[in-house]
Structures are given as structure tokens and as C-alpha cells.
């Protein structure tokens, strides 16, 4: 895996941080890409001296930006392996008080941000011997979550762009699959804890493992994806949510029903 190279976008931290610490550690080179420049250089920092880091500020919403940081990466590492396509962020709104502007931001960098990433970087794919995308979802593609009405229509599009490109671009060997996360532990879910927006007990409550999941578990699937365990899955979504989404047991108001049945004692 030593010659590998990987893209990781929206990788300063949280989730692509760990993603690009997992390929790192995999023997992957990796090229961390981020909107902040600042939190970019923080983030190969991190990794010390290594030769196989490398730190590009990139706009996933900006054609230009896109086309640089993969001329950038065939300029560093002569070629391109694994694409992550990461970057996202999240702004929680009423739907009725959503401007134009702002859904179109949320569907530009999350939607708009993978197409750019993917048609970027084929060119460098094609020439790989085992090319790999791995695009971000989320659960907001499946349950419905108050507020998050753009985010949701993003992340439902994902998917069906990761189906599209799969059967398009298996012609010459990129696997095109998809991660959906559920409730994870990241400094961005903190932050919609921090300001009221979310509450993490009632997220840890809502999940039949009774936690929120770490950037470490789902980084453990994108690695999974990327590589040769994983040569005749393409097309495919997996979702990370503790069993959130096919939890079918019967909510209850009474805590003490609530417990008996959370704890499996009932048919």
C-alpha cells in the first residue's frame, strides 16, 4: 500500500480527520483537503514530518479549487488511489425559514462537492490498478429529521449518485460506494449539542447500541472500501448507526416498559 495515494475532503477534523489518520496508517499517502487553510496545516501537523501527508485548502464548491487540488495531488504523489469524498457541514433550519441561498449552499458543497470531486479526479482513477470513492450520506436520507430539510435532500442525492457512477464508471474498474452515518461523536455534533440543537442523551437514547458512534468506527468501513477486501462491492451504501434506522421495537412513555423492552425481555 505504500505507493497508494488518497483524497480525503473536509479532513481537518472529525470524521476525515480520522479517515485520513486510518489510510495514513494503512499505508496510504494522503493528501488532507479543507475548506480552512488554517485548520489544513493544523491537521498535517498532526501527523509530524511524514513525507506521506500532504495538506491542500480546497473549495469542493468551487470547479477551480477542485481541478487544483488534483493537479496538486498528481504533482506530490504522481498518482490517485481512493477518493473520500467528506466535506460537508451542517446548518439546522426550519424549512420555512430557509433562503434560497442557503439551500443551495447545502446542496452546492454537499451534492455539487462530490460530483466535482469524482469527475476531477477520474482521469487519475482510470489509471489506477484498484481506483476507489467512498462518498459521506447520512441517515438524514432515510428518517426524517426536523430541520434538516437540505441537508437531507443532499445526502439522499449522494446516494443516488453513488448508484450512478457505480454502474457508469465499472467500465474501467472504480468502485463507486457510500457510508451513512448515524449519530457520531465529532467536534461538529458538539457543537449542535453546545448550542441547544441537539441533546447527546436523547441521540445515545434513540439508538439501540445506547451510544453514539466514534469517527473511528466509521473510518474502519471507508478503509474497508477503499481496499482489496473489498474488490466486488460496488454501488452500495452501508450504514454506521448502532441499528438506529431498523430499530422496530415499540416506544413507550412509561420508563419502566421503556426498560423491559429496551432490555429484550419482551416477544
Not at 21 to 50: P, Q
Not at 122 to 137: T, V
Not at 153 to 180: D, H, M, P, S, Y
Request: net charge negative.
Amino acid at each position: 500500500m505504500s505507493e497508494r495515494v488518497a483524497i480525503v475532503t473536509g479532513s481537518a477534523s472529525g470524521l476525515g480527520l480520522a479517515t485520513a489518520s486510518r489510510l495514513h496508517d494503512s499505508g496510504y499517502n494522503v493528501v488532507i483537503a479543507d475548506y480552512s487553510a488554517e485548520r489544513t496545516e493544523e491537521a498535517v501537523s498532526s501527523f509530524g514530518s511524514d513525507a506521506r501527508v500532504a495538506g491542500f485548502h480546497t473549495d469542493v464548491a468551487n470547479t477551480r479549487s477542485v481541478e487544483a487540488l488534483l493537479a496538486f495531488t498528481r504533482e506530490r504523489f504522481g498518482r490517485l488511489d481512493v477518493l473520500v469524498n467528506n466535506a460537508g457541514f451542517a446548518e439546522p433550519m426550519p424549512t420555512h425559514l430557509i433562503e434560497d441561498a442557503s439551500w443551495s449552499r447545502m446542496l452546492d458543497v454537499h451534492l455539487g462537492g462530490t460530483m466535482r470531486c469524482s469527475r476531477a479526479a477520474y482521469p487519475l482513477l482510470i489509471e489506477s490498478d484498484a481506483p476507489s470513492i467512498i462518498n459521506l450520506a447520512s441517515i438524514a436520507a432515510y428518517i426524517g429529521i426536523p430541520g434538516r430539510a437540505a441537508y437531507s435532500a443532499a445526502k439522499a442525492g449522494i446516494e443516488g449518485l453513488t448508484r450512478a457512477l457505480a454502474v457508469e464508471w465499472a467500465q474501467f474498474g472504480i468502485r463507486v460506494n457510500a457510508v451513512a452515518p448515524g449519530f457520531i461523536s465529532t467536534p461538529l455534533m458538539a457543537d449542535l449539542v453546545k448550542d441547544g440543537l441537539r441533546s447527546e442523551a436523547a441521540m445515545a437514547g434513540s439508538v439501540p447500541l445506547a451510544r453514539l458512534g466514534l469517527p473511528e468506527e466509521v473510518a474502519s468501513v471507508v478503509e474497508f472500501l477503499a481496499g482489496p477486501a473489498s474488490s466486488y462491492v460496488t454501488g452500495q451504501t452501508i450504514v454506521i448507526d448502532g441499528g438506529l434506522t431498523i430499530d422496530g421495537r415499540e416506544r413507550s412513555a412509561n420508563p419502566a416498559t421503556a426498560a423491559v423492552i429496551r432490555s429484550g425481555d419482551t416477544a
